[in-house]
């Protein structure tokens, strides 16, 4: 017996001949790949969280790209990163988030170029170290937990202070993204004080 897929018929099928009932059907399927083909007039917002409701934690993941922007919510833009890092530029800049960075840390040796995607408001130390462990865990000559752990501590002696930002992007040496102070804030976030220059 072969698997049929309702998603696979849904992407092959002339938008012509696809009714509600086939598209209502793909969706209870929960198949996540359906976001990548699903017409525009049946990509509604309840239609796209049944779908990410149903796929659960599969490894499966869309592109974001093929959504709308108006369609692209918090939760939506949340779940596309999770499943794949290569959707943050996708993401509105409002949406960006410290969960994101922390994904983004995760596999930061694959795709540090992403790093500048990153409002500045949204990095800490916990997400720094991470990206530091990532970056020097695959070489076996590089004593990670020792070095990272007097990152961390000159890193949090000056917490609060304005230089400690500065230093994360020094200590990285990753994209050529400075800081500045500023009254007006650097993003989203109403009590941020900081901005890209």
């Keep these: 017996m072969t698997n049929f897929s309702i998603c696979t018929a849904i992407a092959n099928l002339p938008v012509s001949l696809l009714t509600s009932e086939i598209i209502k059907a793909g969706v209870e ?13 049946f990509m ?5 969280q049944r ?3 149903k796929s659960g934690d599969g490894w499966s993941s869309f592109s974001l790209s093929r959504l709308p922007v108006d369609k692209r919510s918090q939760e939506v833009c949340n779940v ?6 290569d959707n943050l530029p996708e993401v509105p800049y409002t949406l960006r988030n410290q969960n994101m960075l922390k994904v983004l840390m995760g596999s930061l040796k694959n795709h540090m170029h992403y790093l500048a995607l990153i409002p500045s ?35 949090s002696m000056k917490k609060g202070r304005p230089w400690k930002r500065h230093k994360y992007f020094f200590l990285l040496s990753l994209v050529p993204l400075k800081t500045e102070r500023s009254t007006e804030g650097c993003c989203h976030y109403p009590d ?3 901005k890209l220059r």
């Design 51 to 53: 779908i990410l409701q």
């Design 29 to 41: 399927e929960g198949n996540i790949r359906l976001l990548d083909c699903l017409p525009v007039e």
């Design 80 to 85: 596309a990163v999770e499943k794949d890092i």
């Design 44 to 48: 509604t917002m309840e239609n796209i």
């Design 121 to 155: 408001c949204c990095w800490n130390v916990e997400a720094v170290y991470k990206g530091i462990r990532n970056l020097f865990s695959g070489n076996s000559s590089y004593d990670y937990r020792r070095d990272a752990i007097t990152i961390t501590v000159v890193v």
């Design 192 to 194: 941020c004080q900081w």
